[in-house]
Each structure stands twice: as structure tokens, then as C-alpha cells.
């Protein structure tokens, strides 16, 4: 069975220009990997419980920043694994002198060893313009980049980017 996850895309324009809030996963296994491995803030969706406000409550447990609507709907992504991430986008400023104020998880580290350790879920965020981060993010949420800057060109709050239909 597929599993569901829901996240937000938060972007900024500054002088016609997108940049867009992309996060890199922490713990050992992502330590001193960076290129494919950005995203966007998203988690598992909770028995019951409503996609976007699965969005809103894992984008903030993982950077420390409220979302405020409104939020527009990006679509579904499909991972190979299985998984479904469903993905909302919204206008928002955060200044990354301030930093990410991530929620932490529990595994054994070093594996097999009986020993539990705690991590953050994400280390780092940053602001990429879309044409930046094409060697960062995870390749199977770059239509969700796509998605987005289509709709601020098409409601003429950016210049009209030259972007790859796929990574």
C-alpha cells in the first residue's frame, strides 16, 4: 500500500524574481549529502486526519515557522517507493539568519548497535531561486517547483523562467 505524506512550499518574490524554502533532511544517513536530497517541508498524514492540516502542522514542527494561508493546491507527486505527497504552496518570508527550529526523531545509531540516539529531522533550510536548485532538490518533487512557477507567471507576478520539464 501507497504511503501518504502532505507538505508546503513556501516562496517569496523579491524584484519579479521566485525563491522558494527548500529543506535538507538531517540525521546520519543525509550527513554531507546535498545534491537530490532537498525538499519540501512534508510528513506522513495521521490517521484521520485532513491533507492540508497535515501540511500546515509538519511544515511547522520542521522549521519552526507558521504557515499562514492563503494556500494553493500544487497536485500529488507520486515517489517510486510507493508514496503520494500531496503539496500546497503559500506567499511567506523567513529570514535564514534565524535559522530552522526542527522536531527531532529516535533511532538506533549506530545501526545494530542497541543504542538510541536523537536527531533533527531537518538541519538546514534556504531560499533557492528555481533555476538554483535543480542539482538540490529531490528530483521526484521538481513538478511541484514546475507547478508553482507556472502559476506566477501566469498571474504575472514573475519573469517567464527557462526551466527543464524534468530532472
Known amino acids: 500500500m501507497a504511503k501518504i505524506s502532505a507538505g508546503l512550499l513556501m516562496f517569496k518574490v523579491e524584484g519579479r524574481h521566485p525563491y522558494l524554502l527548500l529543506v535538507h533532511p538531517a540525521g546520519p544517513y543525509y550527513q554531507g549529502k546535498h545534491l537530490g536530497t532537498w525538499g ?6 495521521e490517521e484521520g486526519e485532513e491533507l492540508l492540516e497535515t501540511a500546515k502542522r509538519e511544515f ?6 507558521k504557515p499562514h494561508g492563503p494556500f494553493f493546491p ?6 517510486a517507493k510507493p508514496k ?20 527531532t526523531f529516535e533511532m538506533e545509531w549506530p545501526p545494530k548497535s542497541g543504542q538510541m540516539m536523537e536527531f533533527p529531522e531537518i538541519d ?4 533557492f531561486h ?6 538540490h532538490i529531490h528530483p521526484a518533487q521538481w513538478p511541484l517547483i514546475l507547478r ?20
Open 40 to 45: 519540501i517541508p512534508k510528513g506522513w498524514v
Open 148 to 167: 508553482l512557477v507556472k502559476k506566477l507567471e501566469i498571474e504575472g507576478l514573475i519573469d517567464s523562467l527557462e526551466l527543464p520539464e524534468h530532472l
Open 124 to 127: 538546514e533550510g534556504k531560499w
Open 130 to 135: 528555481p533555476q538554483q536548485m535543480q542539482r
Open 84 to 103: 503520494t505527497v500531496h503539496a500546497w504552496a503559500f506567499e511567506g518570508e523567513w529570514d535564514e539568519k534565524e535559522g530552522i527550529r526542527s522536531n
Open 60 to 65: 511547522e514542527e520542521e522549521t519552526g515557522i
Open 74 to 79: 500544487l497536485e500529488s507527486i507520486r515517489y
